[in-house]
């Protein structure tokens, strides 16, 4: 048989579905390396991967620390730790594609990549096969996972681990008894790996992992073997950081433990947070799924006075403000709505595949909830906390559109699917450019929060290229740029040259002797210092 009758044996929606992946993977790779988002932890990280590819430094023991679960000034020391293995993927990339920044966030896109067909694996379970390919291509393009997929950090890798933990989960729970050792190992993978990714992805899985285990024994005792399998793949994946708890007298967990206990602020009762916990969950989802909005909980989708709140003598700002209302409410109403469906045909599934992924999705998302109870305050009201329940919007939606196809008739169904998708489509679209268009441009995107290794390359240059050879170079930033410091000296690194911090006045900086900088986004000490422009970046020359 030729290949082009091969091609022609291809199922549509295989070709519909590798569609999505391309276009998954040019939004995710476009550029890849100059809008790299490259920050102090980005460089931390960068740094010791370094050092351990160079031969310098042994692999690390332990992971990146919990900047919250800290307390004092020596954060790095006194913070929990979690497991390496995210370092091992930024290490192994590193050997193999080259030691420099970009190729340290392969894995990130990797795995960002991998979580669009494993969602679409994931609804086929319950949903039919147009509608898993319809959500799974809104994820494809939600602005705000592929944002996340675009740099290094250990939290954009939970996407994918929390479907293969669902998905191995639920195969476990079936009958077929053959294919349970080949779930169980990835399920000790998942769990194993997605511990080490967050602290609340260590407690949501190790306790949805342990409940469900209960039930799947006390279905069948002869399902212990696979749970004895997960259990030492779980261990064999975190052997570095159980050793290194052994020798240290459990130090790490204890301090996990003391931070949880420790009180985070003033007083706020136990119905605001609750309350608060929801509405975060709501505006997650909607965020998820649209892009619109902020990617910070605002705590109003479900405060009845913000509804109120609306300005009515700029004409502008009105239409606007009842717009977002109107967003917020919308909001609400998919959530609300698609909870009830959730729970509703989670209680009355009759076929046991499909009652165990609706009951999974239902008990793991109400342990998720129970616990970012005590977390939901301002301190914590960045949506990347909830990413553990990513996949919860996309899984309310599909069971809309399927409400939809049930209630109405086709051409109803059709003109209101079509609107609903091109929606979706439209605000994702729109947030992307948002995000993009800057980058093209080369404006300035640096900030006290962000810089991208395109803006800051060319600063280097700069640097070197006007210090005649000197080092170290002394440079620093203003107050709001603080975020630069890391980044730039690993970039001046890679190069060969070595640099040393400036306090941020820049006075106290003036007299020394090699050539010291301030690198600022902003243009306030023109008047003051002799300065250059660089990729929209002010490099300020502090002394001759």
Not at 187 to 213: C, D, E, Y
Not at 509 to 523: F, I
Request: proline content about 4%.
């Amino acid at each position: 048989m030729n290949f082009s009758k091969k091609l022609k044996k291809v199922p549509t929606h295989i070709w519909i579905l590798t569609v999505i992946i391309l276009v998954g993977i040019f939004l995710r790779t476009y550029n890849f390396h100059s809008w790299l988002k490259f920050r102090d932890d980005q460089a931390r990280d960068a740094t010791l991967v370094s050092q351990v590819v160079q031969g310098e430094k042994p692999w690390p023991m332990m992971g990146a620390y919990m900047s919250y679960s800290g307390d004092g000034d020596h954060l790095e020391t006194n913070s929990f730790h979690l497991g390496p293995i995210y370092y091992y993927f930024q290490i192994i990339s590193s050997k193999v594609f080259g030691n420099y920044a970009d190729k340290l966030a392969y894995p990130d896109v990797l795995f960002g990549v991998l979580a669009i067909p494993l969602l679409y694996l994931f609804l086929r379970i319950y949903f039919r096969r147009e509608t898993s390919l319809g959500v799974a291509g809104l994820f494809a393009i939600s602005s705000y996972f592929v944002q996340y997929s675009r740099f290094a950090w250990n939290t954009n890798l939970i996407p994918f681990f929390v479907l293969l933990f669902l998905f191995s989960l639920h195969k476990l729970l079936e009958k077929n008894e053959q294919a349970k050792w080949r779930w169980a190992s990835l399920l000790g993978i998942s769990v194993g790996v997605g511990v080490q990714l967050h602290v609340i992805i260590m407690v949501l899985f190790l306790v949805v992992a342990f409940f469900v285990m209960l039930f799947s024994l006390k279905k069948s005792f002869k399902a212990w073997p696979q749970w004895m399998l997960v259990f030492l793949l779980v261990c064999v994946l975190n052997t570095t950081q159980i050793i290194s708890e052994l020798k240290s007298n459990f130090s790490n967990t204890k301090i996990l433990l003391s931070s949880s206990s420790r009180d985070n602020g003033p007083g706020i009762s136990k119905f605001t947070l609750i309350k608060n916990d929801l509405d975060c969950h709501v505006e997650a989802n909607a965020y998820y799924l649209s892009s619109y909005g902020s990617s910070n909980c605002i705590y109003d989708f479900l405060n009845p006075v913000a509804y109120a709140e609306v300005r009515t003598k700029n004409s502008s700002k009105f239409f606007q403000d009842v717009f977002s209302r109107l967003v917020m409410l919308l909001a609400v109403v998919f959530s609300f709505f698609g909870y009830f469906l959730l729970f509703k045909k989670a209680k009355n599934e009759k076929g046991k595949s499909q009652q165990y992924f609706l009951r999974l999705i239902v008990f793991y998302c109400a342990i998720n909830f129970l616990l970012m109870i005590s977390l939901s305050m301002d301190k914590f009201n960045d949506l990347r906390y909830l990413t553990p329940v990513f996949f919860v919007p996309f899984v309310l939606l599909a069971l809309l559109v399927e409400f939809i196809q049930e209630k109405f008739s086709k051409q109803q169904m059709r003109g209101l699917l079509t609107l609903l998708v091109l929606l979706l489509i439209f605000t994702n679209g729109v947030a992307i450019a948002d995000q993009a268009l800057p980058l093209v441009a080369k404006d300035r995107t640096c900030s006290s929060h962000s810089t991208t290794i395109g803006e800051l390359e060319p600063v280097a240059q700069y640097l070197m290229a006007n210090s005649g050879g000197r080092q170290p170079i002394y440079f620093g930033g203003d107050k709001t740029f603080r975020v630069v410091y890391m980044p730039l000296a690993y970039v001046l690194k890679k190069h060969g040259v070595t640099s040393e911090e400036i306090p941020a006045e820049p006075q106290l900086s003036e007299n020394k002797e090699g050539p010291t900088y301030m690198v600022s986004c902003k243009a306030g000490a023109q008047n003051y210092y002799p300065y250059a422009e660089v990729n929209s970046i002010f490099v300020y020359k502090l002394n001759k």
